[in-house]
């Protein structure tokens, strides 16, 4: 009997032990709450979270008692060296230049000194810098025809031009005529650029327009920071045909860099006259039709001759040169920059470009009417300072990726 108790008693030991053991292994379930609960911030009594808020440029009036808002992702980008911002806000931003009568850069100028309107509207300036850059800018020199007589001028003027930049500053040189011809890499080596400029030889045809296209379309585009286009040439356009007038003037309001044409005169040269290029016949020989020659041969053969101004050859009306006149002058009206004329002296309009392009002031803000894609909008930009001329782009375009550029 008592063995029995005993085995009795050796099975509910057992059965105590075993039940132990799976209780101690049996895995716990823990129900968790897997809704992340917004941080709270001290002292921040609000029970919801905090409505995205647009991006505020640093140097702009901040609320002392307000808490910074925790980072959230946005599609701003900011280039670092360059003084333009796209945000996703419209905040529309500019190069401006402010001279005095005399053409000389105006420093020291401080926000509040800005005011900027929009479609007649003030706008509150929410953007501005100040500092002293490096640039890039493109030589287009045209080649056509029409310039032959004035080419050497051209090529000097040009490294006129290239001898004014600093170490920093980087240029490449483009040739036109009917075709466009990249005769140099982006550089600051001054020898190249030298080269570059003397090899320029001209074609037939001039494809002004579809010259300005290419410039803007394909290599703006790859240069960053600050940028500019001198041009060298009479504003006369002969061939272009994917391009004109007025899709390179709408191009010109939405590009990112200043032209600054500078206009030879070559009419009476296209019209028989003698040249003031100082160039000789074999390098440059004339068109045919040009010249006292071809006049003495047209009255032998008894035909009918018209010398001076209004000849009826493509690129030689008063018509065409009064349009490429006109051309030349909303190039720089519609991108900021300034128009010349080469019989002034370029020597100093060649430092004021640099000494503008590396010293630019930049200002933005946000428009109190964003508008829609497309849409053109007219902008001034005052000073509050007498006896100053402000340089700046008068338009912008509405861009379909809702960032506004005027300019940059």
């Known amino acids: 009997m008592k063995k029995i108790a005993l085995v009795l008693a050796c099975l509910g030991l057992l059965t105590v032990t075993v039940a132990a053991q799976s209780n101690r292994s049996r895995p716990r379930v823990v129900v968790t709450d ?5 941080p709270t911030i001290k002292g921040d009594t609000n029970s919801i979270p905090t409505e995205r808020r647009a991006p505020v440029l ?3 009036k901040t609320n002392p008692t307000t808490q910074p808002t925790p980072p959230v992702e946005t599609e701003e980008t900011v280039e670092a060296d360059d003084e333009v911002i796209r945000v996703e806000t419209n905040l529309v931003t500019m190069p401006v230049s402010v001279l005095d009568r005399d053409g000389r850069f105006i420093s020291g100028l401080q926000q509040k000194d800005f005011q900027i309107f929009e479609n007649g509207v003030a706008q509150k300036v929410e953007y501005f810098q100040s500092v002293e850059q490096p640039f890039t800018v493109i030589l287009m020199i ?3 025809p029409s ?4 080419i050497d001028e051209i090529q000097d003027a040009a490294i006129a031009f290239v001898n004014q930049l600093r170490r920093d500053d980087k240029v490449q040189v483009i040739a036109f005529d009917e075709k466009v011809h990249i005769l140099s890499p982006v550089t600051n080596d001054r020898r190249v650029l030298q080269n570059a400029i003397r090899e320029s030889e001209f074609g037939d045809g001039t494809g002004l327009y579809e010259a300005v296209d290419f410039v803007i379309d394909r290599q703006l585009k790859q240069i960053q920071g600050r940028k500019a286009v001198v041009l060298f040439t009479d504003g006369v356009d002969t061939t272009s045909k994917r391009s004109n007038y007025q899709s390179t003037i709408r191009q010109v309001e939405e590009a990112e860099a200043l032209f600054y044409p500078v206009r030879y005169d070559t009419q009476d040269d296209m019209n028989g006259g003698w040249g003031g290029g100082g160039n000789s016949p074999t390098r440059y020989p004339r068109r045919s039709g ?5 006049i003495l041969g047209t009255i032998l053969s008894g035909g009918n001759v018209q010398i001076g101004r209004g000849g009826g050859r493509s690129g030689s009306t008063n018509a065409e040169y009064e349009t490429g006149r006109r051309y030349l002058e909303d190039l720089a009206r519609y991108s900021g920059g300034r128009n010349f004329e080469a019989r002034n002296d370029l ?3 060649f430092s004021g470009i640099a000494e503008e392009l590396r010293r630019q002031y930049s200002i933005g803000y946000y428009p109190e009417s964003p508008g829609k894609p497309g ?3 007219q902008i ?3 000073v509050m300072r007498p006896n100053l001329v402000v340089r700046a782009k008068t338009s912008y375009i509405v861009g379909a990726n809702n960032s506004n550029l005027a300019g940059k």
């Open 34 to 38: 897997n809704t992340t609960a917004p």
């Open 58 to 60: 640093q140097g702009g």
């Open 142 to 144: 045209d080649v056509s």
């Open 147 to 150: 310039t032959k007589f004035k």
């Open 290 to 294: 040009g010249g006292w020659g071809a």
């Open 347 to 349: 020597n100093a309009a």
């Open 375 to 377: 849409d053109r909008k």
């Open 380 to 382: 001034r930009v005052r």
